[in-house]
């Protein structure tokens, strides 16, 4: 099951994700430090002007925060909140910090369940303002990511700190997405991307195993109480509508290992491995909660995410090289989710092999 599509940033030891919960106790790592960043629309650290304006930017310092359970301040005590009405983040004297933040055990930054947010240009070089919603200029979506802080992963002990950050496939049928849509062809023939043993995550590493998802779940954001069950022949569907679960499960044997994710999305050649329409952010994250139900997942009963990754336009050719993170050392299962952003229609439609020139998502050990 090896397919190239979108290389996933895990910044993290992605210990056991499966069954971790970000509802944990609110307390736990109040009073730890912690920085912050952000990836998508804009890729940097975050750090604040004088008055207490958090913004993010290559020529602003990181700025340490303190956790307080479901809330955060500046390392001046000041308070961070959005403030109104433009629901802009900033850090204020006297102010009663927003409570309703989650730092997930793989450091995705959440508010109120919301995990993802809004850079707009400020216009002072590349620094750029973060908003609960949209109501700056020139605005995208962004995730956050905190370094420290966390809650341990399943399995994972006690931790709360995270690590600084060949033939062609040919589709056995032209599957149809839940939601009826048929993405047409697009591309033209050319070389396609090296195989994985050519990519690993970050560091020596003399041997290079990638492995394809065990398992791949369909979802329909039209059809969210309908289980589409079992999907042996490994199809991936992406639509504003339709969106894909890959589920990996990681072996304990790994252990002392480096482990990460990489996406990968070839130039096409014929006959075309994969369809591909349309344009727009498609949107990565690690899901949090209990096991899924191999066939029984609906739109509606898919877990919370546990970590949002990266937010990137699609189109042939791409990779994104892994972050690597230790290989866990419990058996366990990680789901990573993959849909359309706001206001995207892109459409992918794929069948995950595992042999010919690898597409798709898949896992590399090191």
């Not at 599509?5 to 970000?22: D, F, K, N, Q, Y």
């Not at 629309?41 to 004088?50: D, K, P, W």
């Not at 913004?55 to 990181?62: K, T, V």
């Not at 309703?100 to 303002?129: K, L, P």
């Amino acid at each position: 099951m090896l397919l190239p599509i979108l290389t996933i940033a895990l910044l993290a030891s992605l210990a056991s994700v499966r069954g971790s919960s970000v509802q944990m106790d609110l307390q736990m790592n109040a009073g730890c430090g912690f920085h912050l960043t952000t990836t998508g629309g804009y890729n940097g650290s975050v750090g604040q002007l004088g008055n207490g304006q958090v913004r993010a930017g290559s020529d602003l310092s990181p700025s340490l925060f303190t956790w307080f359970g479901d809330a955060f301040a500046d390392q001046q005590g000041r308070g961070c909140w959005w403030t109104p009405p433009t629901s802009v983040l900033q850090c204020d004297w006297n102010q009663q910090p927003a409570h309703g933040f989650a730092i997930g055990c793989n450091g995705g930054v959440s508010y109120r369940d919301q995990t993802a947010f809004y850079e707009c240009h400020t216009g002072d070089r590349d620094e750029v303002n973060l908003y609960l919603q949209p109501r700056g200029v020139d605005c995208l979506t962004v995730m956050i990511h905190a370094d420290s802080c966390r809650p341990p992963c399943a399995g994972e002990g006690s931790s709360s700190h995270l690590p600084s950050p060949n033939p062609t496939p040919t589709p056995s049928q032209t599957p149809t997405s839940p939601t009826g849509q048929n993405p047409s062809d697009t591309g033209s023939p050319t070389t396609s991307s090296p195989t994985p043993k050519n990519t690993h995550p970050p560091g020596e590493c003399d041997v290079v195993i990638a492995e394809g998802p065990d398992e791949i779940i369909l979802i329909d954001r039209a059809n969210p109480d309908i289980a589409y069950g079992p999907n042996p022949d490994m199809i991936v569907q992406l639509s504003p509508n339709a969106s894909t679960i890959f589920v990996f499960r990681l072996s304990s044997s790994d252990a002392g290992k480096e482990c990460g994710f990489i996406f990968d999305l070839p130039f096409p050649s014929q006959p075309l491995p994969y369809r591909l329409t349309g344009s727009g952010l498609v949107s990565f994250a690690v899901l949090d909660g209990p096991q899924l139900e191999s066939g029984n997942t609906t739109w509606n009963g898919t877990p919370g995410v546990a970590m949002p990754l990266e937010s990137v336009t699609l189109k042939p050719g791409m990779r994104i090289e892994p972050v690597s993170f230790p290989c866990p050392s419990a058996d366990t299962e990680v789901a990573v989710l993959m849909t359309d952003g706001l206001e995207s229609d892109a459409c992918l439609e794929y069948e995950q092999l595992d042999s010919g020139t690898p597409m798709g998502l898949y896992l590399v050990k090191c």
